[in-house]
């Protein structure tokens, strides 16, 4: 079993449910009392938060990058950065270890593609859904067609990820909120939403929707086990 290296606390959140569907899945395909080999770099997400709404992305790529290599320097085979917003960032943290980075949107966008979609909504933070690192690997290297929410709706969703399930909160008139955004999407021909938030899990589910869900946290986490088992039945 190859180790799994976490770049976590963005929100601890959502890291919280990497690490628990990451063990979950090990156990399923090993059975007994099997778990995980994986280290977790957590960072303080409040600093991460201020860099973002400075738009300093290259100090945020300074910690990130050192987040990966002290990963690789602790014995990690492989690197996950455990949320989406921060994959902006990903190529320069991919090319700053000797060791692969997992895409959070490869990994999405290929069940996807085995699912025959090919029009999908995207909600995610603002740089998520408004910038072209995530949204245009979804175009450019899997053929999909991305829809986003309109302005006010973008600002919605944003507000409710940072103000609330960043924050561990889950509330029933956000969840509303939301579900109401993903059906003004389903008219302008969604086939199917995906959460690129890894904290949206936590308010929107399979059961929520009348098109498919594809949650990018369990995913994600699911592709990192997948490589470190390989191909082991």
């Not at 890291?15 to 960072?43: C, D, F, P, T, W």
């Amino acid at each position: 079993m190859k180790t799994i290296g976490l770049i976590g606390g963005m929100s601890w959140e959502s890291s919280m449910l990497y690490y628990q569907i990451i063990n979950e899945r090990v156990k399923e395909r090993r059975g007994g009392h099997h778990s995980a080999k994986s280290l977790l770099y957590s960072v303080d997400f409040q600093e991460i938060k201020d860099l973002q709404d400075q738009g300093n992305w290259a100090e945020a790529t300074k910690v990130m990058i050192e987040s990966a290599q002290k990963l690789e320097a602790g014995g990690a085979d492989v690197i996950v950065i455990c949320t989406n917003t921060m994959h902006k960032m990903a190529p320069e943290v991919g090319n700053s270890v000797s060791i692969p980075l997992l895409h959070i949107a490869d990994a999405t966008a290929a069940k996807i593609v085995s699912d025959q979609i090919k029009k999908v909504a995207l909600l995610g933070t603002a740089f998520t859904m408004e910038q072209e690192f995530y949204k245009g690997r979804l175009k450019s290297q899997f053929g999909l067609e991305v829809v986003v929410p309109d302005e006010a709706d973008r600002a919605v969703i944003h507000e409710i990820i940072y103000q609330e399930l960043c924050l561990g909160i889950v509330d029933e008139h956000s969840k509303k909120k939301y579900l109401d955004i993903i059906d003004r999407l389903i008219q302008k021909g969604a086939e199917a939403v995906i959460l690129g938030c890894t904290e949206i899990t936590m308010l929107i589910s399979q059961e929520d929707c009348s098109i498919p869900v594809y949650d990018t946290t369990r995913l994600h986490a699911e592709a990192a086990v997948d490589f470190a088992l390989g191909d082991e039945v």
